[in-house]
Structure formats: structure tokens, C-alpha cells
């Protein structure tokens, strides 16, 4: 496999680098004086310094050595700050977008530019932003640093509000951006832009934006519209007409598949990383004056640092006798749910609401959940026998519009007999809504209030239902009322495990410059080895500098309740793996610490383990041909689900998407999640908790490889574990359930919270 990363090479191990002492003041009074030829970096309490331009019997500072990977921080900013000055004479033509991550558009392959009239050529653009970070790794046991080189398709848009308003063009209620060049950097990266808000007045040069600090003047010539499909699309059809801007935006939809082909994509990388770090033919040499200089590889780096990841086998009865290696919905097929026996709603009553004209569509639709479908091979069983219930009772109320009122007054005409569900007809159009004024999240906050999970479909479904969606909407209303379709075996292990799923959602005003985000809505979800779900519990949403007490509340509370209903005797080891969301500093290791205080009678062992796929690794395999998909030739060049290589012992990519999880061409290249074990940075004081880190990256792999088989939205496997995948989802509907008035999320009862509701 090879990975979109380039190796640099250095002929050395140690180097000498000129250092002052850093003062605010200092560090400005040199860069203003001589930033047009060094660079100036802090590092801890010492400016470093680096000569690229300057006269040689300059000498700044004093002498200090460094070790290549000893002194990882001030290498990589070296290298970073010789690689931009480099970059800058070898391509002045070029205006860097930013210095790090390092980005800049091509100069070419504007891919609308030949659709475009001759007065909005260069104006108005379609191009490839590449985006060149550095990263230290420690692959097959070498370390080195490198260049991560990706590409994506960004328009461009430089025609001002000040142009725009001249032209004639309505800007009234449209995003804007600030556009501002910073000080001293004119021609050498480009302007700072910054999304402020909505413009709502013009008056003579300068126009009046709602923003988050209230209405603000901004002169008319530095405010841009924002670059979205939308508005761009608008002043296309004003500047030429309807026809030509559909022409214009179908180009590069049309183009998308080409775009995002692995292939391509795979070429391009390689032939920029070929412009970037070769020069006719011979390696480019970065250097500087004080002698640190280092080549690049032009080739990508080739990995084999992996381990075999096995799929799980699935098992459909206590005593581990049914059970399916390879196919989940196959198992429930033959052998029915794992908890069969023990669950206790046989006979669900299930309140069902549907507009009053598309009744009979309704029926049938809900004939076909219930009994099956004859010909069916996947569900030809139906809810009720696949899933060894004795009977689905339906209880049907009729609406006559798509209105909260006709919701809530269908709800309210239930008598004493609470279902144990709701199937609810919605119209897609509720999508469109905004969170306050939603139907969806008013109804489904008053049925969680009366501790009822509801399942949503939408009319276009009940018309057109299929084998598929059936089997899916099964699968999540079992779920939903409690149930327990498959496991995973257990780990074989004496210490006994909780995995530990902890999401958040940010609640924020809007998306300007400055908004506030200081309140967080957090979640955790309790899974145990083998994947069953043991409970949720909401961390309240709080200032964002006391959500790690209420963190450290709900984990207490919670760890005390499973360690009663699951008989955990004192001295017994315990160990607490946490997937996370992007941590912040060294706070999360503080509430374990805690937390290993308070609950002394056990020996915690614990890894904070973040998954993520906001990151620039990708995978590529050359030899990979592709499977064919309904006549096409789909996911060459990726690499097959479960590939996977460790960056370093800490960090491991897997492809969770390989050829055969794909659906479509357009789905393009498919990014490997980021799983990381998390420990504590810098000088941090940690009491011995370092001894208490879980480091078994393989382990932790693995696991999280197994629990992706167990979302119980659908029988595919997913590209985040269950953990990640239902705290997220809780997060983000509380979050947005939040708006609905007279919503408390406080009141969800402890029954509910082991049901899976939220899928």
C-alpha cells in the first residue's frame, strides 16, 4: 500500500541553530526588522532562528545544537519555514492561501473556465486547492518526517461586493466575508477572509453586516459573498442567464466522479509532489544559510506496518451455539435475535399515524413491515418472525395535515395502553425546516417525554418501499424497543472492560466570525467486550469549561451503577477504554485521575482513544483493479476494508470503505479513519497516571474495527464504531431538540436510556 506522504531526507543527526531568549517584544522587533530574509519561531522560552536570505556576517543570536528527532517541534518548524521561502522563489507566480497547513491553488485546470464568457474568465473559477502538511512518523520502526500531500476542488470567486453592488447585483441578505491582507504580508500569502455575516445595508462605499458583535460597517471593495454553490450559482444566472449557470454548475457535477477518481487522484498527488521536490530531474535542495538542509522524496512511501484485522463472528444465542462469521442479517434470518428468550415484548403495540389520504398506502406499507415480503430474499419473514415476536399489534391514527397540532392531538387521543412504539409518517419536505419550527423534533420530543421511541418514514418511502428498507426499519425498531439483534464474543480477558463512547455537540448561534460556542452538549454511552449496549447518560450542556466535572459526574455515577448490577468485586481490575471526540489538552486525563481517586476499591486501567476522520492520511493501493457494480467498474486504486497501517505506536489509519462497501463511482476516494491512544502532552504533571494508560494499540484496533459491525442502523458494517456512532447520534438530537419549547432532556427516564432510540 502507499500512503499520500512523501519522505524527507536529512544527511544528519544533530544540527546547530542560532536561539534567543523570547520576549513578545523581541520576537516582533525581528521579525520586523529581518523577516523579509529569516525566519523567526518560538519554541518554549528560546526564539529560534533561521537565515535563508540574509548577509551570512549577520549573526543573531548564539549558537545553540538540536537533535534531528530529539527536538522534533523546532525541526518541523524549520522545515516548514525553509520549505514556504523555497516554495516562494522557485514559484513566484503562486500567492500561498496559508502558510500551515500549507495551501495554494493551481494555475491551471480551472475545469469551467471554457463555459465561462471571456469578462468572468479568472474571475470566477473552479480549481484544485492543494494542501501540503508535514508530518513525524515512525513507520516500519523508522523515523522520519514527511509531506502529506492532498487535493480538493474549491471555487474562486474575486469579484468584491463593491463590483458586485455596481454591476447591479442584489446583495441584500446574502453571507459575506471580510477580505483583509495582513500586515507585511502583501504578495506572499493571500488575504485573510472571514466569514462575518449578512449584509444588510448599503450606504455610499461601505455597507452595514449583521454579525454576532450586531450591525458593524465594512467598506464595500473588502467584503466578498460567500463562495457557497448557491450564491455563486445566483450571480451566474444574473451575470448570463438560467441556462448558462445550470450549464456551468452541471459541468462540475458532471465532472465529480473524474474528480474523486481514486486513480486520478492517486496521478495528480504523485505529479505534484514531482513539481514540488524535483527540479530538472534532480532533487530540490531545501536549505538555508546555517547549513540545515533537506531533500524530499518524489515517490510516495510504500507501508506493509500492519496487522491482520479480522471480521467478527456473530453470535445469536447466549450459550454461543448460533452463531454466523460473516453475515449479521443472515444469523437473524436462521437463528432469530441474540436475546430471544429474554425479551420481554412479545406482543409490541406500536402507534402508527399517517396522513389520511395515503391510508391505504400506509396499510400496505405496514402489512409488509409485519408479514414480510413472499418473494423476498432478504425479508421474506417479515418483523414478526424474524424476529420471533407472537404478534405486532398496529394502532392507527389518522391526520389530516402535516402539522405539529395534528400530531400532538393524534398522541394525546392514546389511551392508557402506552406503545411500546411509534411509526410516524413524515414528508421529506420537513428536512428543509429549521430546528426550532420542526415537526420532527417537536414530536419526537413529546414522545421521548412519555418515554416512547418513535420510527419516522417518510411518505416517498411508504409508496415505494422495498426488501431493503424493510429490513433496515425492522433491524432499527427491534433496537429501538430494546432489543439486542446480535453480539460479539467477549474478549477473553481477567479484567473486566467497559468501552466508553463519549460525543458532543457544539450549541452555537450561527456560523460568523466569533460566535458563541461555549456551551457543549456531551453524552456518554456505555458498550461492554462484546458490543452490547449497557446505558447512556447525558452530560448536561454546560459552559464548556465545566463540562469536564459534569464528565466526571456522569462517569461516576454510571461506572457505580454497572459496577452494582454487575457484581464487580474490590481489587478486581477494571478496565475503562474511551473513545473521545478531539480532546482538549490534558483535561480528560485530570477527570480520570479524579475518578481513579474516588473509586479506589477498584484498579483502574484506562486509554483515551480518539477516532476521527478529520485528518490528512490516505491510503492507495496500485494493484487494487476494482469490483464491478451494476456494469461499472468501481474503487480501483483502494485499498479492501480493513487495510491498515501504524503511523507510529501511538496512531493507526484503517480503510473502513474498501471496493465492496462502496455503492456508487461518485462516492470517489475513501478516506481511512485516525484511531490515536491519547496521553498526556508537554510538562504535564500526571501522578503517576502515566502507569495506568492502556498502550495496546493492536488490541485497541481491533476492537474498534469489531464494534463498526454494530451500529443496528443497518446490517453494513459502518465506518465508526457503535460507541463513536450513538453517542454522536444522542448528542446531536438533543442538541437539536434543545429549541423545542418545554423540552427538558433531563427528564429521559433510566428505561430509556438502554433503549436504543436514537438510531
Given amino acids: 500500500m502507499q500512503l499520500n506522504y512523501f519522505p524527507i531526507r536529512f544527511d544528519f543527526e544533530r544540527y546547530q541553530i542560532n536561539t534567543l531568549p523570547y520576549t513578545q517584544e523581541r520576537l516582533a ?48 518548524s524549520l522545515i516548514k519555514h525553509i520549505f514556504f521561502r523555497t516554495f516562494k522563489d522557485r514559484f513566484p507566480q503562486y500567492t500561498p492561501v496559508d502558510f500551515y497547513p500549507f495551501r495554494f491553488f493551481s494555475g491551471k485546470d ?15 473559477a473552479y480549481k484544485k486547492l492543494i494542501e501540503v502538511q508535514l508530518r513525524l512518523t515512525e513507520i516500519n520502526g523508522v523515523k522520519r518526517f514527511g509531506f502529506l500531500i492532498n487535493i480538493r476542488r474549491n471555487w474562486i470567486f474575486n469579484i468584491s461586493c463593491a463590483e458586485l453592488h455596481a454591476e447591479g447585483f442584489d446583495l441584500m441578505g446574502l453571507d459575506v466575508l471580510h477580505s483583509e491582507t495582513l500586515p507585511g504580508l502583501t504578495n506572499i500569502l493571500a488575504p485573510n477572509e472571514e466569514f462575518v455575516g449578512i449584509l444588510k445595508e448599503i450606504k455610499g ?17 473588502e467584503l466578498f459573498i460567500r463562495k457557497t454553490k448557491f450564491n455563486i450559482g445566483n450571480y451566474l444566472t444574473y451575470a448570463t442567464s438560467q441556462q448558462k449557470s445550470n450549464e456551468i454548475l452541471s459541468i462540475i457535477e458532471s465532472k465529480r466522479s473524474d474528480i474523486y477518481n481514486p486513480k486520478s487522484l492517486y496521478a495528480e498527488i504523485t505529479k505534484i509532489a514531482e513539481h514540488l521536490f524535483i527540479d530538472n530531474g534532480q532533487p530540490v535542495l531545501f536549505q538555508n544559510k546555517d547549513s540545515f538542509c533537506f531533500t524530499v522524496d518524489n515517490k510516495p512511501l510504500a507501508a506493509s506496518n500492519t496487522i491482520h484485522l479480522k471480521t467478527p463472528t456473530f453470535i445469536f444465542d447466549h450459550a454461543v451455539t448460533k452463531t454466523n462469521n460473516f453475515n449479521p442479517d443472515t444469523g437473524l434470518t436462521n437463528f432469530g435475535p441474540y436475546d430471544s428468550i429474554t425479551f420481554d415484548i412479545k406482543t409490541p403495540n406500536i402507534l402508527c399515524i399517517c396522513n389520511k389520504s395515503n391510508r391505504g398506502v400506509f396499510t400496505n406499507f405496514l402489512s409488509s413491515l409485519k408479514d414480510g415480503l413472499p418473494q423476498s430474499r432478504l425479508f421474506q419473514k ?11 399489534l398496529y394502532n392507527i391514527r389518522e391526520i389530516q395535515e402535516f402539522t405539529v397540532e395534528e400530531y400532538l392531538n393524534a398522541i394525546r387521543s392514546e389511551d392508557e395502553n402506552k406503545p411500546h412504539l411509534a411509526i410516524i409518517e413524515i414528508p421529506a419536505a420537513f428536512k428543509r425546516y429549521d430546528d426550532r419550527n420542526n415537526p420532527y423534533y417537536a414530536i419526537k420530543a413529546k414522545l421521548l417525554s412519555l418515554e416512547i421511541p418513535v420510527q419516522y418514514v417518510t411518505s416517498e418511502i411508504i409508496k415505494s418501499h422495498n426488501e431493503f428498507i424493510l429490513n433496515s426499519l425492522a433491524l432499527q425498531i427491534y433496537a429501538k424497543m430494546g432489543g439486542i439483534p446480535w453480539v460479539l464474543p467477549s474478549q477473553r480477558s481477567v479484567d473486566r472492560e467497559i468501552v466508553i463512547g463519549i460525543g458532543h455537540s457544539w450549541l452555537r448561534k450561527n456560523q460568523y466570525a466569533r460566535a458563541e460556542q461555549n456551551r457543549v452538549v456531551g453524552i456518554t454511552t456505555f458498550l461492554s467486550s462484546d458490543g452490547q449496549y449497557l446505558l447512556a447518560d447525558k452530560v448536561k450542556d454546560v459552559a464548556f ?83 464491478q457494480k451494476f456494469g461499472n467498474t468501481i474503487g480501483a486504486f483502494i485499498p479492501n476494508r480493513a487495510s491498515n497501517i501504524f503511523l507510529d505506536s501511538e496512531t493507526c489509519i484503517v480503510q473502513m470503505l474498501g471496493p465492496n462497501e462502496l455503492k456508487t463511482a461518485k462516492q470517489g476516494m475513501s478516506k481511512p479513519i485516525q484511531i490515536k491512544i491519547r496521553t498526556p502532552q508537554g510538562n504535564y504533571d500526571n501522578n503517576g497516571l502515566n502507569d495506568l494508560i492502556f498502550h495496546d494499540l493492536s488490541y485497541i484496533t481491533q476492537q474498534i474495527f469489531s464494534f463498526t459491525y454494530l451500529s443496528w442502523r443497518s446490517f453494513l ?36 436510556k438502554r433503549k436504543k432510540w436514537f438510531l
Fill in 29 to 76: 522587533e525581528l521579525r520586523e526588522k529581518h523577516n523579509s530574509t529569516h525566519s523567526f519561531f518560538k519554541n518554549g522560552d528560546t526564539i529560534h532562528i533561521s537565515n535563508k536570505d540574509g548577509d551570512e556576517s549577520l549573526v543573531l543570536g548564539k549558537l545553540a545544537e538540536r537533535n534531528t528527532f530529539g527536538d522534533n517541534e523546532v525541526t518541523a
Fill in 110 to 124: 480551472d475545469i469551467i473556465k471554457n463555459a465561462l464568457p471571456e469578462k468572468l474568465k479568472d474571475k470566477v
Fill in 205 to 221: 462605499n461601505k455597507a452595514s453586516v449583521e454579525t454576532n458583535e450586531g450591525l458593524k460597517d465594512f467598506e464595500l471593495n
Fill in 382 to 392: 417479515g418483523l414478526q418472525r424474524k424476529y420471533d415476536l407472537q404478534d405486532v
Fill in 545 to 627: 469549561e465545566n463540562y469536564f466535572t459534569e464528565l466526571q459526574r456522569s462517569l461516576k455515577n454510571s461506572i457505580q451503577r454497572l459496577s452494582n448490577e454487575q457484581g464487580w468485586s474490590e481489587g478486581e481490575t477494571v478496565r475503562l477504554i474511551f473513545h473521545i471526540f478531539k480532546p482538549i489538552k490534558n483535561t480528560e486525563f485530570d477527570v480520570v485521575s479524579q475518578l481513579v481517586r474516588e473509586i479506589s476499591q477498584y484498579k483502574i486501567k484506562f486509554a483515551f482513544v480518539t477516532i476521527s476522520q478529520q485528518h490528512p492520511n490516505m491510503l492507495f493501493d496500485i494493484n487494487q483493479k476494482g469490483v
Fill in 717 to 752: 458494517p459502518g465506518e465508526e464504531p457503535a460507541t463513536m456512532k450513538y453517542s454522536n447520534l444522542i448528542s446531536r438530537l438533543l442538541g437539536k431538540m434543545r429549541s423545542v419549547p418545554g423540552w427538558d432532556a433531563d427528564k429521559l427516564n433510566y428505561g430509556l
